[in-house]
């Protein structure tokens, strides 16, 4: 195809047409001239005759394998070794991951084999034992395994090419794979050794008791999966590899170089019709076959790495719609100024157009626009953390910016007590839109924008109107204190909002209780006498009252000693007397005691029926998630002491397990060594379940057999095993071989 002593060049010409044809017309010529430098000329008659042509040949396309067709390299393997005549035992494939398997025997008969490495590896893969899954058979490694992977991810480039009469038939390859030979038969040699010294180790090991394999174990609920966590599942390593094996393998037949089906097979990499008209949807314009020629660089693009879906630049943000933009940038930022906004959104844009917009997505908090809870939240999702749904997290998150709207400081402990959320929420909540400062609570994040209020009266005068409805919304709610209610800004929204330090609020919280133990104090007393003057009990309506718990953290420490000596005689800030016929003592007076009572001795009578046994922390604990099931409202958010709870546990048939703990467990909370149990059930275990629990009060924890001696004993008769068991894990765990009566096991 080259002239002697000349340079060739390759060109497309199509014959009695002066354009250029597509390359994958079913008929090219290649033209070959003697001179490379007319290679890149505009194909003038005068440079044909300058440079002759020595041979035209027809190019053909053969679509018949365009899409089976896959090109093996085997990259260790030099080129004059060839796998042909190498028996192979077994062919499998992967079509959509395009990866492929070769099993081919190995030559132990050959000199250079080395027999007793071979035995080696057979025994250390497939053990003494041989059956269907043995890897070797013959007990000595006699086959090699070939997987493949893939040269290039763009293959439509290449083509396999045939010559034949003067004719160049090309056929486009669908893949290019390269197999190197695979080592999995190590991985299994390594888990044998691993089953081996288990086993080894097992066998070695004294046998415990039974009850040795007997565990305790937490439950955890998995938290609802986040849209960047699914993310980061997806493109894991475990989520890849766990896709790739979740496509089945396809076996195949392998047909040697010189079989008759291969053979067969190569026919089909030539072109099967020569006629123009069966594919003159292939032909192109000059100007699109240059453009197959030389396409646009688009690797560039391919190249770029990807960034998260959460992620959008300046410019593909300025292509959205005005309203999707600031909904975008206010879901990321969350709170920010107008003129922030203004200057995000470009030169050019309507602020009129801005704040119609903005007013959907956010609300003005101190001049400044949060993001509403409702777009960070949307409806059907839910929390993070605890599993709240999203309903729930607006209210609280409104409730939290509402604050704010009145103040520019807010104690995140007031925000958990009146939104009874997980504290993890409440933090989510204050991070948006505030910063803590130590000593002193969470201040709002940005200055008071003063000038956006004066600008923008209307705007500000409709979104105080807005407030005022979710005020009343969250009154409904959360049943509000008058306190919760007071506006703090005496000189309307333009003035700028006091700034109170820390230890000015804590003097006036002390000012604030002293007041308000004053006014409790006065009522007390003006109730007692009405209640001696008409000789009847008190009948003081306390529903109303709540009584706020603050429970100490690092974040916002509060001086309390001042405090403790006007607490001594009050129950849950309320006072009482020894001797007073209408001392509350941990209990409701009047009506609403009998409801409250009600409910809570069902909760405690259910709870109990179910565990049998439990510590005071662990009863309050399922307290608490009762109260979180609630509505609001509801008669237990009355107040629940602890003493209260007590008591009802003794009224319901319980009893208090004096459990003769070691001292050095005495160093956890009391809570925690408080067990009670159902001594009364209303069953046939009733008896035993008694023996078992004064057991407990001999030692804190016993053996399996000193349990059943004493039952046989006590009871007199002989009971099954099943019975026996049932006793035992209606009140007790196992762990280490030793019984524990449930909440008493100590980490």
Request: one cysteine or more; glycine letters at 4%.
């Amino acid at each position: 195809m080259r002239a002697p002593g000349t340079c060739s060049h390759i060109a497309t010409r199509r014959r009695g047409i002066g354009g250029l044809l597509c390359p994958w017309s079913p008929r090219h010529e290649i033209v070959l001239r003697k001179d490379l430098k007319h290679c890149f000329s505009h194909f003038s008659m005068a440079n044909e005759e300058d440079d002759p042509i020595i041979q035209e040949i027809d190019v053909y396309l053969a679509k018949s394998l365009s899409e089976k067709l896959y090109m093996f390299q085997y990259p260790i393997r030099p080129a004059s070794m060839t796998y042909d005549d190498v028996t192979h035992l077994s062919a499998k494939i992967k079509p959509k991951q395009q990866k492929v398997e070769l099993e081919m025997a190995i030559d132990t008969l050959n000199p250079n084999y080395c027999r007793s490495k071979g035995e080696q590896i057979a025994l250390n893969v497939d053990g003494t034992c041989t059956d269907e899954t043995s890897t070797y058979s013959s007990k000595l490694m006699d086959r090699q395994t070939f997987c493949s992977s893939q040269a290039a991810s763009n293959v439509s480039r290449y083509a396999a090419a045939v010559y034949r009469k003067g004719e160049l038939h090309l056929t486009p390859l669908h893949g290019i794979l390269q197999l190197r030979p695979s080592f999995s038969y190590l991985d299994k040699a390594d888990a044998k050794h691993r089953e081996r010294e288990a086993a080894n180790e097992a066998g070695d090991s004294s046998q415990d008791e039974a009850e040795d394999d007997i565990k305790q174990i937490t439950v955890r609920f998995s938290r609802p999966e986040t849209e960047q966590a699914r993310q980061r599942r997806v493109q894991s390593y475990e989520f890849l590899q766990k896709r790739q094996a979740e496509e089945h393998w396809v076996h195949l037949h392998y047909y040697g170089l010189r079989d008759s089906r291969s053979e067969h097979e190569r026919q089909y990499l030539l072109s099967q019709g020569h006629g123009m008209a069966e594919n003159t949807e292939l032909i192109k314009s000059p100007s699109e076959y240059l453009m197959m020629l030389m396409p646009p660089n688009v690797e560039e693009e391919k190249d770029k790495p990807v960034a998260p879906s959460n992620v959008l630049s300046m410019a593909q943000l300025r292509t959205l719609p005005l309203a999707d933009q600031i909904k975008i940038l206010m879901k990321n930022v969350k709170v920010m100024p107008f003129s922030n906004l203004m200057s995000l959104l470009g030169s050019g844009t309507d602020s009129i157009a801005v704040l119609r917009c903005i007013q959907q997505v956010a609300m003005l908090v101190q001049g400044n626009w949060v993001v509403k809870s409702d777009v960070l939240y949307p409806k059907d999702t839910s929390s993070p953390h605890s599993g709240v749904p999203a309903e729930v997290l607006c209210r609280g998150r409104d409730f939290v910016m509402w604050k704010f709207t009145q103040d520019r400081w807010v104690v995140r402990k007031e925000v958990a007590t009146v939104t009874k959320l997980c504290p993890e929420d409440v933090k989510d909540f204050l991070e948006h839109m505030s910063v803590a400062r130590i000593n002193k609570g969470w201040e709002f994040l940005l200055p008071y924008d003063e000038d956006f209020v004066k600008k923008h009266p209307d705007v500000v005068q409709r979104q105080n109107m807005l407030w005022m409805g979710i005020q009343a919304k969250l009154e409904k709610v959360y049943n509000l204190l008058k306190e919760h209610l007071t506006l703090k800004k005496q000189d309307g929204q333009s003035a700028h909002p006091l700034l109170v330090s820390g230890e000015q609020r804590v003097n006036m919280a002390k000012a604030k209780v002293k007041q308000n133990y004053g006014l409790l104090e006065k009522e007390l007393q003006k109730q007692k006498a009405e209640s001696k003057a008409n000789d009847s009990p008190s009948k003081m309506d306390i529903s109303n009252i709540r009584i706020k718990e603050e429970p100490v953290s690092d974040e916002e420490p509060m001086d309390a000693s001042a405090y403790e000596s006007m607490n001594n005689g009050m129950v849950n800030g309320i006072h009482s007397e020894e001797n007073s016929m209408d001392s509350l003592n941990g209990h409701l007076p009047g009506g609403c005691t009998d409801r409250v009572a009600q409910e809570l001795k069902a909760f405690v009578m259910t709870t109990f029926k179910k565990q049998f046994v439990l510590t005071l922390s662990e009863l309050k604990r399922l307290f608490n998630l009762h109260l979180a099931s609630l509505p609001p409202g509801h008669t237990l958010f009355s107040g629940i002491s602890d003493k209260m709870l007590q008591d009802m546990v003794l009224d319901t048939g319980c009893k208090q397990i004096l459990v003769p703990f070691p001292p050095q467990i005495h160093a956890v909370s009391p809570d925690e060594l408080k067990v009670y149990a159902l001594w009364e059930a209303g069953d046939i275990y009733n008896q035993h379940r008694q023996v078992l629990l004064k057991i407990f009060t001999k030692n804190y924890r016993v053996r399996r057999n000193v349990i059943q001696h004493q039952l046989s004993q006590e009871c007199g008769e002989d009971l099954n095993k099943q019975d026996v068991d049932r006793v035992i894990k209606d009140c007790c765990v196992s762990h280490a071989g030793m019984w524990y009566l449930k909440g008493t096991v100590q980490s």
